[in-house]
């Protein structure tokens, strides 16, 4: 989860700017929406080796993300549906992201140098392409557990790393080209957000 004064930091700038949004009639649902068709966009701009201005468009999706929600809060136009269709339309943007990079990893001309002095260059690409479906699988994961940790009345709102963070990672991978380490560093901090969300679930359930 975001540090609590980066996530005020955020927040200060996203609320106005949803506020100024939402004076144009943009409603969320048209921003939540219009957000998965930029991501499947610079998706398909990386999964063709365009990383610089795909990563930049598959940024611009991730900010749309953060918009939404405060277009609906300074609107007053929260709804179950809004809801439901910002975590599908999630769901979606995250396959497709890491579809895609694991489409282009599988697809690049293969290197000889060793990636960090560990993985051979041969092995480079089934390298990557491991670790964006690990990483696809736990971030599904992730979501998955905090909706049914929700709907059986915990709370789960906790981890290091949830979609903000992925996507933001992920982009500066695609950006700087950097790839595979993103991919590692989302796999391990995925991987313990799953853990650290269990434990919060399990915690609440055990008998007192």
């Known amino acids: 989860m975001l540090a609590s004064h980066l996530r005020g930091r955020i927040n200060r700038i996203v609320e106005p700017l949803g506020r100024a949004v939402g004076r144009t009639g943009i409603s969320a649902n048209d921003l939540t929406v219009s957000g998965a068709v930029i991501m499947a966009v610079g998706t398909l701009l ?3 080796g365009r990383l610089l201005l795909g990563g930049m468009v598959v940024t611009v999706g991730g900010l749309l993300d953060l918009v939404d929600g405060a277009v609906a809060k300074a609107t007053g ?3 179950p549906f809004g809801a439901f269709l910002d975590s599908t339309t999630d769901r979606l943007s995250d396959g497709l992201l890491f579809s895609g990079l694991a489409w282009y990893l599988v697809h690049r001309p293969p290197g000889d140098a060793a990636m960090l002095g560990i993985v051979p260059g041969h092995l480079y690409a089934s390298t ?4 964006a479906l690990g990483v696809m699988v736990l971030g599904f994961l992730t979501s998955y557990i905090r909706a049914r ?12 790393a949830e979609r903000g963070e992925r996507v933001f990672i992920a982009a500066a991978g695609i950006v700087f080209n950097v790839i595979v380490p993103a991919l590692a560093l989302l796999f391990v901090l995925s991987g313990v957000t799953v853990g650290q969300r269990i434990v919060h679930v399990w915690r609440q ?3 007192s």
């Open 149 to 160: 940790a929700e709907s059986m009345g915990y709370s789960c709102n906790v981890g290091v």
């Open 128 to 131: 990557g392409l491991l670790l």
């Open 205 to 207: 359930a055990r008998p």
């Open 77 to 79: 136009t929260e709804t």
């Open 46 to 48: 990386v999964a063709n």
